[in-house]
């Protein structure tokens, strides 16, 4: 019996052909240079930053290239896949607001025409390439138990498969007929390996469109393309569902390049055209010794693509952030053009960076600032609303009973400003930022000994206090108090002789800050007084007067 009749014997009810596949499958219809690429996560939790930065590469070449981004979901690895991982997924590509040409919706439609969009509603197709193989001599079916005394065979094998630089032949690879019908007949489960046929001396050079030209010794070694369970696992699943769905760039990871040999030989025995790779670096994290680790969801909550909407990083100041990270040319693009949207920079493969990123929060945290300073009173209001409606719902009540005041509140030293305040970086900080908005304040941050200075001052202010109708006219009310109390409205003076006197109008200014806000430091204090009105303002001096 030949090769044929072992696959029919295998796959008794695969009655179609690759080609009958192929008609379902045609060939996109592309200009010169438009790249199809996709985002194909597996379904087994959460979304970790380091997938989120292979889709937003993957976004952004085709967006640059005027080309397609689709969606699939690889869920053929059951044992890892979790049931709300899916709705997980999807609900972080719509906080970012990452849109896809091709997917399949949450409730299994299919948008696009090269669906199903999900590998566990493929796998009829699987097994037709997988009966292929046999037929033409090129896989084999392998019958070794799964178990063996306390050991996994197969997963030993797989191990071996990446870490062995030694052929390593099947011993399933030269079953008869015979033998083969002899398990079918027996009930005993089957996977599918691919009959290598190299030896093991063999070397082959690939390319990646980030590190160019890779040397790497081919593969020799019979793996596996369908497991028992009829699934793929991703070599397999990969070789046929970019061919058939017309990828022609993938991005992944570089802890797939040590397997690329084996996905090549793959790619030729189906006899399908090699697809091009951008392999990415790994995003990393320094530790307290100052040792790079990978970034891992264990230890580090920013791992999870969800820390950013539950801490009020806006999206932009995210996707920026990423933007560094993959090209470092974005930062000076940037400050060549402070106010244009990230969208418009524009990179090739070429251009990612081939060192593994520092994951930085600091970092992230002065580019958010940047993208905060330029968003308009109104819009922050919005946003900060936004937020606290899902995260704070105590706060989102204040917010929208006195829309009028927050809304001045966010456009503090902001709105009209030409260069904006830049302290704050996320949704989340605002509440403690501004809370003596919420309430007056409790504690003061005096220094040493300003006591009695402070107490005297603020009762002089407060006798005299009258709601001023410009930042010139209370500062004038400022300066004409202090020079009465024997404060320098000369700064040169006071710098020369600082013994004659109380201290300098900046003492002052800030002794009304502490009295009104418990701080030495904040917004122009004029407009804080301007919201808060001549009552309140009145009854925060009277307050510090009597903690003093």
């Given at each position: 019996m030949?090769?044929?009749d072992?696959a029919?014997?295998?796959?008794?009810d695969?009655?179609?052909?690759?080609?009958?596949?192929?008609?379902k499958?045609?060939?996109?219809?592309?200009?010169?240079?438009q790249?199809v690429?996709?985002?194909?996560?597996?379904?087994t939790?959460?979304v970790?930053?380091?997938?989120?930065?292979?889709?937003?590469?993957?976004?952004?070449?085709?967006?640059?290239?005027?080309?397609?981004l689709?969606?699939?979901?690889?869920?053929?690895?059951r044992?890892?896949?979790?049931?709300?991982?899916?709705?997980?997924?999807?609900?972080v590509l719509r906080r970012?607001?990452?849109?896809f040409d091709?997917?399949?919706?949450?409730?299994?439609?299919?948008?696009?025409n090269?669906?199903?969009?999900?590998?566990?509603?493929?796998?009829?197709?699987?097994?037709v390439?997988?009966k292929?193989?046999v037929a033409?001599?090129?896989?084999?079916?392998?019958?070794?138990?799964?178990?063996?005394?306390?050991e996994?065979?197969?997963?030993?094998?797989?191990?071996k498969?990446?870490?062995?630089?030694?052929?390593?032949?099947?011993?399933?690879?030269e079953?008869?007929?015979?033998?083969?019908?002899?398990?079918?007949?027996?009930?005993?489960?089957?996977?599918?390996?691919l009959?290598?046929?190299?030896?093991?001396?063999?070397?082959?050079?690939?390319?990646?469109?980030?590190?160019?030209?890779?040397?790497?010794?081919?593969?020799?070694?019979?793996f596996?393309?369908l497991?028992?369970?009829?699934?793929?696992?991703?070599?397999?699943a990969?070789?046929?569902?970019?061919t058939?769905?017309?990828?022609?760039?993938?991005v992944?990871?570089e802890?797939?390049?040590?397997?690329?040999?084996?996905?090549?030989?793959?790619?030729?025995?189906?006899?399908?055209?090699?697809i091009?790779?951008?392999?990415?670096?790994?995003?990393?994290?320094?530790?307290?010794q100052g040792?790079?680790?990978?970034?891992?969801?264990?230890?580090?909550p920013?791992?999870?693509?969800m820390?950013?909407?539950?801490?009020?990083?806006?999206?932009?100041?995210?996707?920026?952030?990423?933007?560094?990270?993959?090209?470092?040319?974005f930062?000076?693009w940037?400050?060549?053009?402070?106010?244009?949207?990230?969208?418009?920079?524009?990179f090739?493969?070429?251009d990612i960076?081939?060192?593994?990123?520092?994951?930085?929060?600091?970092?992230?945290?002065?580019i958010?600032?940047n993208?905060?300073?330029?968003?308009?009173?109104?819009?922050?209001?919005?946003?900060?609303?936004?937020?606290?409606?899902?995260?704070?719902?105590?706060?989102?009540?204040?917010?929208?009973?006195?829309?009028?005041?927050?809304?001045?509140?966010?456009?503090?030293?902001?709105?009209?400003?030409?260069?904006?305040?830049k302290?704050?970086?996320?949704?989340?900080?605002?509440?403690?930022?501004?809370?003596?908005?919420?309430?007056?304040?409790?504690?003061?941050?005096l220094d040493?000994?300003?006591?009695?200075?402070?107490?005297?001052?603020?009762?002089?202010?407060?006798r005299?206090?009258?709601?001023?109708?410009?930042?010139?006219?209370?500062?004038?009310?400022?300066?004409?108090?202090?020079a009465?109390?024997?404060?320098?409205?000369?700064?040169?003076?006071?710098?020369?002789?600082?013994?004659?006197?109380?201290?300098?109008?900046?003492k002052?200014?800030?002794?009304?800050r502490?009295a009104?806000?418990?701080?030495?430091?904040?917004p122009?204090?004029?407009t804080?007084i301007e919201?808060?009105?001549?009552?309140?303002?009145?009854?925060?001096?009277?307050?510090?007067?009597?903690?003093?």
């Amino acid at each position: 019996m030949n090769s044929q009749d072992i696959a029919q014997l295998l796959f008794p009810d695969i009655n179609e052909s690759a080609d009958d596949i192929f008609k379902k499958y045609p060939k996109r219809m592309l200009k010169d240079g438009q790249m199809v690429t996709r985002f194909a996560p597996s379904p087994t939790g959460l979304v970790h930053i380091g997938n989120f930065f292979q889709a937003f590469i993957s976004y952004n070449i085709a967006k640059n290239t005027n080309g397609v981004l689709f969606l699939r979901i690889e869920d053929t690895d059951r044992k890892r896949e979790k049931v709300e991982a899916k709705k997980v997924l999807y609900d972080v590509l719509r906080r970012f607001d990452v849109k896809f040409d091709e997917y399949q919706t949450l409730d299994g439609k299919d948008v696009g025409n090269y669906g199903p969009y999900v590998q566990s509603q493929r796998e009829n197709i699987y097994k037709v390439f997988a009966k292929k193989l046999v037929a033409e001599g090129k896989a084999f079916p392998c019958f070794c138990k799964k178990t063996e005394g306390k050991e996994d065979v197969l997963k030993l094998r797989e191990q071996k498969f990446v870490q062995d630089d030694e052929r390593e032949y099947d011993s399933c690879r030269e079953l008869s007929y015979e033998e083969i019908k002899a398990h079918i007949d027996n009930g005993d489960s089957f996977a599918i390996r691919l009959k290598t046929k190299n030896q093991g001396n063999e070397r082959i050079v690939f390319n990646d469109l980030l590190k160019g030209d890779i040397e790497a010794k081919a593969n020799a070694k019979d793996f596996i393309i369908l497991k028992t369970d009829g699934t793929p696992p991703y070599p397999f699943a990969h070789a046929i569902d970019d061919t058939l769905m017309g990828t022609n760039i993938v991005v992944r990871g570089e802890e797939y390049i040590a397997s690329t040999p084996a996905h090549i030989e793959l790619f030729e025995a189906l006899g399908f055209k090699p697809i091009q790779y951008c392999h990415n670096p790994l995003i990393y994290k320094l530790n307290e010794q100052g040792n790079r680790r990978k970034i891992s969801k264990r230890y580090d909550p920013e791992s999870n693509m969800m820390f950013f909407p539950e801490n009020g990083y806006p999206n932009e100041a995210v996707f920026e952030y990423l933007l560094n990270m993959i090209n470092s040319g974005f930062e000076i693009w940037r400050k060549n053009n402070p106010t244009t949207s990230w969208q418009e920079f524009k990179f090739k493969p070429s251009d990612i960076t081939a060192v593994a990123p520092i994951f930085d929060l600091v970092k992230l945290n002065d580019i958010s600032k940047n993208v905060i300073s330029l968003i308009s009173g109104e819009k922050l209001y919005e946003n900060w609303l936004d937020w606290a409606e899902e995260y704070d719902g105590e706060l989102a009540k204040i917010l929208k009973s006195d829309k009028d005041k927050f809304v001045k509140v966010c456009a503090m030293d902001r709105d009209g400003r030409p260069k904006p305040r830049k302290d704050i970086y996320n949704y989340k900080m605002m509440k403690e930022k501004f809370h003596y908005f919420f309430a007056r304040p409790q504690n003061y941050q005096l220094d040493a000994g300003d006591e009695s200075k402070a107490k005297e001052f603020i009762e002089e202010y407060l006798r005299s206090f009258k709601m001023p109708a410009s930042n010139e006219e209370w500062f004038e009310d400022v300066k004409s108090i202090s020079a009465s109390l024997g404060y320098a409205t000369d700064n040169k003076a006071y710098k020369e002789h600082p013994e004659d006197y109380k201290g300098n109008v900046a003492k002052a200014c800030q002794f009304v800050r502490l009295a009104i806000t418990g701080e030495k430091d904040s917004p122009t204090l004029f407009t804080i007084i301007e919201i808060l009105g001549e009552e309140e303002t009145k009854a925060r001096l009277e307050q510090f007067i009597k903690k003093m």
